[in-house]
């Protein structure tokens, strides 16, 4: 519960607002407001910020902080509330793109023009990388800043207008699926082999689940009872932002990136005889069959390794979860249970991104017209 002083109150809407000094005008404090669903999370917030504004002797002057001073408040504000991986991503948005371009301006000295232009400045010559950037790259960027903005906004500092900040067309990539000659021939491969990587690509062409995911699996995330498989953490690499570490990078196990990708999935029957063949420890993980797990850049050269030797084409890992939805689609899955499947927080993602018609399916569909007489 809060103590007398800290400036912390249970609002009658349900969420916790904390009160912060951000700057003085004419010897008057000018208070800054966070929220948060719980009086622990609002209050790491503020501890967060005030952090920040230690590190700068006190409370910013509202004519002298600058886009770099309100995106680190931002960032330590945020923190407490998201994944570490997802923190590291915006700081790395912050640091190499964002603060390159404005880092250094005072917030009273960027007009929206300014901004408004900014989208064609990463396009072209994008932070301290100065080459062009795609359009997919340059919209995540520009949803790190609009959060800036915005939260600068609500703690009234003098933040440009964002009316005319227009997102680049994104480039929708063509999406690889394996042909039926290649399936076949996998297919074939894998179920004649017992090694780990067969197993990690079985899973993958008949689940769907992500590479992060399958290097998470354990064998006790298979209920052999039930024949459902349950997806609850996922081995990523991000950066490491301890200035102390050796390393550039670090490996984490963390639970999927979305409340949705924490799913049950029904597995088929000869999978489910296939795993039940090579069961392990349940503290085990999958592809490895010991307590270590495999990171999923490791993983992924073992793949190109197997399928090389196959003489398949250069598909990627990522190929093996789009043929998976296709299929899922030719034979007849309704959206819906696809969705929850594969892990998507909405039917829509299943099907503009991961579902692609083959032309035996179009002609299918089109030869149901026909010319009738009057």
């Known amino acids: 519960m809060p103590k007398h002083g800290e400036n912390i109150y249970h609002r009658k809407d349900g969420r916790w ?63 407490v509330s998201i994944k570490e991986s997802t923190y590291t991503r915006y700081v790395r948005i912050a640091e190499k ?53 915005r939260f600068g906004e609500e703690n009234e500092y003098a933040v440009p207008s964002l009316k005319g900040l227009k997102f680049p067309q994104k480039n929708k990539k063509a999406i690889t699926i394996l042909s039926d000659e290649n399936l076949s021939k996998i297919q074939q491969s894998i179920l004649n082999s017992e090694d780990t990587v067969s197993l990690g690509i079985i899973f993958a062409l008949f689940t769907g689940i992500r590479i992060g995911e399958l290097c998470g699996l354990k064998w006790g995330d298979i209920n052999f009872d039930t024949g459902v498989v349950h997806i609850r953490r996922t081995v990523e690499r991000i950066a490491d932002l301890d200035h102390l570490s050796e390393h550039k990078t670090k490996i984490i196990v ?45 993983f992924y050269t073992l793949y190109k390794r197997y399928i090389k030797k196959l003489g398949l084409d250069d598909y990627t ?26 892990g998507h927080s909405s039917i829509t993602t299943t099907l503009s991104i991961y579902v692609h018609p083959t032309m035996n399916q179009k002609k299918q569909q089109m030869n149901k017209l026909n010319f009738s007489h009057q």
């Open 317 to 342: 890992f990522h190929a093996l979860r789009h043929t998976f939805a296709t299929r899922c689609v030719e034979l007849g899955f309704d959206a819906k249970s696809l969705s929850e499947i594969l």
């Open 17 to 79: 607002e904390a009160r912060y000094i951000r700057f003085y005008e004419n010897g008057k404090a000018k208070y800054g407001y966070l929220y948060a669903a719980t009086y622990g999370e609002v209050k790491a917030k503020k501890e967060a910020v005030i952090s920040v504004l230690s590190k700068t002797k006190g409370a910013f002057c509202k004519d002298t902080i600058t886009f770099a001073d309100l995106s680190a408040l931002w960032l330590r504000s945020v923190q």
């Open 97 to 149: 793109y964002l603060n390159p371009i404005m880092g250094d301006l005072r917030l009273n000295r960027i007009d929206s023009a300014f901004i408004n232009n900014i989208p064609q400045i990463l396009l072209k010559s994008g932070g301290i990388y100065k080459k062009e950037l795609s359009s997919k790259t340059v919209s995540d960027i520009l949803c790190v800043l609009k959060s800036v903005i």
């Open 254 to 298: 963390n639970e999927p990136k979305t409340k949705s990708s924490v799913r049950s999935i029904p597995l088929p029957v000869f999978l489910f005889d296939y795993l039940k063949k090579r069961r392990k420890q349940s503290s085990f993980y999958v592809l490895t069959s010991n307590l270590s797990y495999t990171e999923p850049h490791q």
